[in-house]
């Protein structure tokens, strides 16, 4: 039986391990939404993660250095969205790119900062409430990022559905030919939204660095990335599935580490370490054979290129 | 004011011309990188384009590092070709060295024979071929997206390899080291160049392009794929199922994968499993397949100038003081380039008087 305070540090942590894949899945949703299908999310976390974390080691400012993180991510999705909109490049060779050159470039940047360390992004005493026994714990003993990344589903679910520009974003990812029709200018609100999405990647990724490890550590996603792209279609593009999703793959990750921490079973730790690649396999795959429902969940115009003729 | 203005047809001429673009302007951004660096570019580009490839053991390198990125990509691009993205060959390596080394390091470990190695390869090949064969299942049976399980995948075979020479795997005598028992002599890949490490699978690898260039442009099969890549519902009603696509793509380019793993680890690995034996061999591949225009000639060609920049980088770390990591930053530039200039191949610029 486990202690009760135990379990609520367990929770806390799977809130904690559940945030950069909230905020890269997020914002892929958007991304996606919009039609586009930015495979880079991976590359996109790396390079947010490791300029947040110099420039909060050059400056000392950790939220100057998640906005740092936040604005390389969104510059890594431009990248992209040069190639893909504007030059009407495949959507999936690019993405691979973009992964394969984040990987690249962040061990490039981050060459001269492994091994520095730095304080982490401090845990907000809310008054009153983080002294609550055990639901003070898992809810109220967070980092500003944590509560930023909730708050994001809600205001991502809003703007979908209850703004017009959430709604012409929609248009444009359903069927770009009647959008454009309409007089909306698809290729301009598409690189909003792959700049949104990276954004929300580097934040995801700078969480990692300046605060769920503060460190920098070559590819420390460790495939965040891909099992982010993987959330969303979990979450058949709706944002509060998205947070479910999240919880559940923080979760897996959270059992893994505690199983080799407290060597619950007889087994390697690398053998653990493999759950969460797998949940994601088996999550996707009951998904699929769900079938059509899943399928008709995803934007229309997903992954096609536009052009006006 | 510039516009882009579709062809009626892709342009041939562009299609050779991108990847020499792509190199070129590769090459500028590294000379600008190298500067931002606070390195003078023209030292640090003939340390990284031209100095290690200025001796014959350099040249030798250049052919073995090649070596698992043609046999990658080639099965790689036969995929793309068909519009089937197997993005996990990295997984599907590392585990033929897992099974391929695996029979030498734990069963054979002290037996001859010229059986040995040819029963290696086939071992490594046929566990890349299983392990690719998961998403083809998953995707021909329940429509599950084979990019996102065959990556998963290739962590699972990291940590499987991880798991293996840090544990049960673990050579007996090696003072605890995460390594395994060294291969038989039997079991390594013969090398055919004095004084170098070249070996044994650069021909193979060789053999391997000459056959896929012969399937992709003189069999029906070839056919099928491009079929199956440039329309899909043209080649349904041809009566190319798109299932056995999946699954041809996928087995091919999982053996290939599967072979280059035990070449590497019965090669220039240097005859034993470790923690580490691919710098990304699986992933580069997919560059690879595309500077090389997904044609099994020209990804030769691509590959021995991928292979370059392995060898620039270390070369340039040793002699310029760079960061290892230009290595990828290099690659990453490649790709871009290339798939940017690839527009040139569907579109054509045009001036427009005013907008």
Known sequence: MMDAAILASVLATVIAAATPLLFAALGELVTEKSGVLNLGVEGMMLVGAVTAFAIAVVTGNLHVGVLGGALAGALMALLFGVLTLTLMANQVACGLALTIFGIGLSALLGDSFVGIPLDGLPELDIAGLTDIPMLGTVLFSHDLLVYLGIAMV??????????????????????????????????????AAVAFGGAMAGIGGAYLSVAYTPMWVEEMTAGRGWIALALVVFAAWRPWRLLLGAYLFGGVSILQLYAQGGALFDVPSQVLAMLPYLATIVVLTVLSSRGVRALLAAPACLGKPFHAA | ?????????????????????????????????????????????????????????????????????ILCAIGLAIGFRAGVWNIGAEG?????????????????????????????????????????????????????????????????????????????????????FPESRFFPPDATMPLILAGTRLHLGFPLALLVALIAWYALARTILGFQLDVAGL???????????????????????????????????????????????????????????????????????????????????????????LPQAVTGVFQGFLLFFLLAADVLVRFRLRRVAHA
């Open chain 2, 92 to 176: 599907q390596l590392t585990l033929g060295a897992v099974c391929g080394g695996g029979l030498a390091a734990m069963v054979f470990y002290d037996a001859s024979g010229v059986w040995l190695l040819p029963l290696m390869l086939l071992a490594g090949a046929a566990a890349g071929l299983l392990w690719a064969a998961i998403p083809a299942f998953l995707r021909t049976r329940f429509g599950v997206n084979e990019i996102l399980v065959s990556l998963m995948l290739t962590y699972v075979a990291l940590l499987a390899l991880s798991a293996l020479v840090h544990g049960p795997w673990r050579d007996p005598t090696g003072f605890n």
């Open chain 2, 1 to 69: 004011m510039w516009r882009l203005e579709q062809r009626s047809a892709p342009s041939v001429p562009m299609q050779v011309a991108t990847p020499f673009i792509a190199l070129a302007a590769s090459v500028i951004a590294g000379g600008v990188l190298f500067t931002a660096l606070g390195h003078p570019p023209l030292p640090a580009l003939y340390a990284f384009f031209i100095g290690p490839v200025t001796t014959s053991y350099g040249l030798a390198e250049l052919a073995v590092k090649a070596t698992p990125l």
């Open chain 1, 154 to 191: 809600p205001l991502t679910a809003l703007f979908l559905t209850r703004t017009r520009w959430g709604l012409v974003l929609r248009a444009v990812g359903e069927n770009h030919e009647a959008a454009h029709g309409l007089g909306y200018s698809v290729i301009p609100i598409r690189y």
């Open chain 2, 231 to 321: 329309a899909p519902r043209a080649a349904r009603f041809a009566g190319f199922h798109p299932e056995r696509t999946v699954w041809l793509v996928f087995l091919v380019s999982g053996a290939l994968a599967g072979l280059a793993g035990v070449i590497e680890v019965t090669g220039p690995v240097g005859g034993q499993l470790v923690p580490v034996i691919s710098p990304g061999y699986g992933f580069t591949a997919i560059i690879v397949a595309f500077l090389g225009r997904l044609h099994p000639v020209g990804i030769v060609l691509a590959a021995l100038v991928v292979a370059l920049s392995y060898l620039g980088g270390e070369n340039a770390q040793i002699t310029e003081g």
